[in-house]
Each structure stands twice: as C-alpha cells, then as structure tokens.
C-alpha cells in the first residue's frame, strides 16, 4: 500500500504537512507526527527534504513533542534580512504550542542556523497568546506593501481566522478578524493566505479547512479568492478545493518562485483506521497554484508539479478512435501510474474510465446529464476499515464544447484526478486488493477519443 512518489514517514502516524519551505537547492517538508505510534499522539514535527520535491530523504525529527507542548501545526519562513535577530537566513517556525496540562493554544517560534538539521527554541516563548484552548496554526508571510511579515491563524471554534503583523516575527499585532464565512458546518482550521496573478493583476486566496461537515462527510477545504488589503481580507467568492474526500490541510511553500501546495491525504472521519503499517499518513503530490475565469466565475486552478514527468518510464498509448457503446480495454498490471486522456464526447451521455484489480475497481467518468465528474470507490478493494470510506464523490463540471481532459495519478493508495487542467480536481484514497490489471474504457453513446497516454 505504500506510495512510491507521494511521501510517507518511514514508520508511523502522520498528518498536516508543516513548514514547507525552499532554501540553498532543498525543499522542505516538515510534518505532524508521532514518532512512537501508528495513531495520533506525542505530536510533533518531522522532517524530510528534497531536491526535486519527488525523492525524499527523512531527517531526526525537527520539534519534537517535550512532555509539556506538542508542536502542532506552523509555517516557516526563512528570514533573509534577520529581522527577528535569529541571524541572517534562519529559518524559523512558527508553530502552535498545544499544552496537555492545560486548556490551552500559544504561538511559539523556533529557528535554525544550519539548513534545519538542529533547533533552537526562542527563549521568549510564546510570541502570542490570547488565553485560549483553541488558537492554532499559524502561517507568515512577509508581505511587501507594508514591509512586514503577516501570520494567519484560526479560531477553530469561532469558525474565524485572525491576521497579526509583526516587524520582527516576535512582537504580534492583531490587524483584523474575518469570518464565520462560507462553509461553516466545523471547526476552522489551517488556514493558508496567499497571492496569486490573475488577468495582468493579482488576487488572493484565504484557504480555510474545516474539520467536520465536509460536502461528502468528515474534513475538507474550501477557499476564498478576494483581496487582502495588508490589514483585512475582502473575500469575492467561496468554493471547495477538491472534491474528492482526501485533501486536508493544504500548505503553500515558502520561499519558492513558483506558488506551490501540498496537503495530507485523508480525512479525519476514518484517518485512524485506514489499513497501512507500520506507517499511517501520505502527503498529496505537490501541486502548482493559479487562478482562472472559467462560466462559473474565478477558480483556484491545481495542477501537478512538472518535475513528476522524469518519473515516466513505460509508456502505453493508444491511437484516436472512436469509442462507441463496447469498451476499450488496456491491460497493465501496475501499482503506479499517470494516466492523460483527452476526448470529445459529443452527444453522448457518459464516459468512465474504470481501474481494474483482480476483485475490485474504481471509476473516474463523467455524466453528461448531470454535468458531473465523479469518482466511485464503492468497490475500489478494502472498503470496509469504516462504515464513511465507501463511497462516490463528484464535482459540477459543464464541459464547452464539450471537450473532457483528465490527468490521473494513481500510486498504491492514492487517486488524484486533475480536470480541464486543474479547474477540478478530486483526491481520494483507495486500497486496492491487487495491482491495477486494467484499465477500461466505457462510453453511453459515441465520444471521440482523441488522446490516451499511460505511463508506468
Ligand atoms: C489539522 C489539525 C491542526 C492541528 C494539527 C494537530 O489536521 O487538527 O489544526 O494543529 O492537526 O495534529
């Protein structure tokens, strides 16, 4: 079940990506774990860095859990010029302090002087506390126009974010209080905010997850594309991220020239059960981030990271045709594989690309008269860890002209469809019983298939 190009711990529990960050030639990838189990507790940051955000390499474990604070999630920014006096380029942590002999969330800072390899806790701790039990996550950014740096942080149950600015990363100031807003259904947490270019500008997106109440159960994201005038957010619109049901507190990198996230791949309804050991817990590939004017208005666009081209090895392709009621079936025999399709479906009324195992599969299709791309894991193998896995996710989709693209990423557990380039997307877990021996093409009356390319 372990996935070959999406990250797990070596062993044991992992959930929120934490502090991911670029800095001399590596990326990194800190996380929420517990190094003692294979479910949640004594919670804190592991470590992984990367060159290419493909091959990982798992360090000691950055902030570890002391017997009085679990480091819960936070962001890392490297700070070029020194403005907090941790030294020129340190890269320091914020993160939130979650004390288990009390009700109660602070904000602290960490830092380090040598590429992350040790940690240095700020003698000053906590940066920020407003005397609550739940008060986390914080993500900083230095932002330009008012030449200091920005954290955003949740108020889980007030269904809130909260905006702080601070000249040096340790004296906060509160600038505003957004929200409740959008999908309020559970608690707020991990918020992300962030500046994207659109249309010869920019607009900015306030992420937001929420831990219950999710449009097919448990915990999602949703985002807010508006404008964040250095004090407020303003927001313009609100939509889910991903409309799978494995998305989960999605985090943007530091320090990269390209906008860049991932997130954890599960959902906190059945986290706890899903059947992998000794190791629970992967990250989403990394996905690059844009925005784009499409009939239902601007949308957050996802789109897996070019570098996962050198990953393609056998390649399987089959030449355009038409498909017309029978199916096209294309054996294959892996447990990792991209797959890229493009057609034309005409007037016909569906088209579904099926993934078949020895006892199960999954289906990614489309249903012309529901204007839907959906994926049905009801059958995908081990279904049964929890009565909420099972099940069929779908997104609204209207197809011009009507032309479907589908990009699919299926490595051992994990299935991400990426549509109409990364305008929709749906991230899900499977277990399947076998390698994936087929994959099969149906069609409810005639689509041109213009393009289908495999590689293992
Ligand atoms: C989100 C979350 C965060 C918290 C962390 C604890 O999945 O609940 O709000 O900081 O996980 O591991």
Not at 18 to 47: R, V
């Amino acid at each position: 079940m372990r996935p070959k190009y999406h990250f797990t711990a070596t062993q044991n529990w992992l959930n929120d990506p934490n502090g991911l960050c670029f800095l001399d030639g590596e990326y990194h990838l800190f996380f929420q774990h517990n190094p003692q189990g294979n479910t949640p507790g004594n919670i804190g940051w592991g470590h992984a860095v990367s060159a290419d955000l493909l091959h990982w390499t798992e360090l000691e474990m950055a902030l570890p859990f002391d017997g009085n604070v679990m480091a819960f999630s936070g962001s890392v920014v490297i700070d070029h010029d020194n403005s907090s006096g941790f030294g020129a380029n340190a890269m320091v942590a914020i993160y939130t302090a979650h004390h288990i002999q009390k009700p109660l969330q602070t904000q602290h800072l960490a830092y380090s002087n040598d590429r992350g390899r040790t940690w240095n806790q700020y003698a000053g701790n906590p940066v920020l506390d407003i005397q609550k039990a739940d008060f986390r996550d914080p993500k900083v950014f230095w932002h330009t126009p008012t030449q200091r740096w920005v954290m955003v942080l949740a108020l889980p149950d007030e269904r809130q974010v909260q905006f702080y600015g601070a000249s040096n990363l340790k004296n906060w100031t509160l600038l505003s209080t957004f929200g409740p807003a959008g999908q309020t259904g559970g608690i707020w947490e991990v918020p992300d905010l962030f500046e994207l270019p659109f249309e010869g500008t920019s607009k900015w997106v306030l992420k937001v997850d929420i831990g219950t109440g999710a449009q097919f159960g448990g915990s999602g994201g949703q985002c807010f594309v508006g404008h964040f005038d250095g004090l407020a957010f303003h927001a313009e619109n609100n939509a889910w991220l991903d409309y799978g049901k494995d998305f989960y507190a999605a985090l943007s990198f530091s320090n990269t020239e390209r906008p860049i996230w991932l997130a954890w791949m599960n959902n906190w309804q059945y986290a706890q059960a899903t059947p992998t050991t000794p190791w629970r817990g992967c990250m989403s590939l990394p996905r690059v981030l844009g925005l784009r004017r499409n009939s239902t208005g601007i949308v957050l666009t996802q789109n897996p990271i070019a570098e996962l081209e050198q990953l393609r090895q056998k390649t399987h392709e089959v030449s355009p045709s038409r498909l017309e009621q029978h199916s096209l079936c294309l054996p294959l025999g892996a447990d990792y594989f991209e797959l890229w399709l493009e057609c034309d479906l005409g007037a016909a009324q569906s088209l579904c690309v099926r993934l078949e195992g020895k006892n199960g599969l999954s289906e990614i299709g489309y249903d012309s008269l529901r204007q839907e791309l959906y994926l049905d894991r009801r059958q995908s193998g081990q279904v049964t860890f929890h009565s909420e896995f099972a099940g069929r996710h779908f997104a609204q989709l209207e197809l011009v002209e009507p032309k479907l693209r589908l990009r699919l990423f299926f490595d051992a557990c994990t299935l991400e469809v990426f549509a109409q380039d990364g305008e929709v997307v749906l991230s899900d877990l499977i277990f399947p019983d076998s390698k994936i021996e087929a994959i099969v093409l149906q069609s409810t009356g005639v689509v041109q298939l213009e393009k289908l390319m495999v590689w293992t």
